[in-house]
């Protein structure tokens, strides 16, 4: 069975960081492209970052130059790291694994990150 648990949400102001992390089942893990979606309240849910099993990565605009993504192969862990984040970057936060680049067949279950002005 395939698990993506996430950690890391919580409450900063503007211009904070934050790091959230994604713990994967090893089976995926070395195998699949890994990315992190958001569904911000009344809107869609939206592709934030992905990166392949050989470490391409790929950013929506409104996030370029904040936020990084990484994976630790050794730990089966696929982290996000937003810097100057923004009100308008809070929402639900969610892992996933599969095909690049949407890498979106499976999902964790949600970590909520909320920026405050």
């Known amino acids: 069975q395939v698990q993506l648990v996430e950690s890391g949400g919580g409450l900063v102001q503007a211009g904070g960081s934050l790091r959230l992390s994604c713990a994967a089942s090893g089976t995926i893990f070395s195998t699949k492209a890994m990315g992190w979606y958001r569904q911000a309240p009344g809107k869609q849910r939206e592709l934030v970052a992905a990166i392949s099993s050989g470490a391409t990565t790929a950013y929506a605009d409104s996030v370029k130059g904040r936020f990084t993504i990484s994976r630790d192969h050794a730990k089966n862990t696929v982290f996000l790291q937003m810097n100057s984040l923004k009100p308008e970057d809070t929402a639900v936060y969610y892992c996933?694994?599969?095909?690049?680049?949407?890498?979106?067949?499976?999902w964790g279950q949600g970590t909520q990150v909320t920026v405050s002005s």
């Open positions: 996933t694994a599969g095909t690049w680049m949407r890498a979106n067949d499976y």
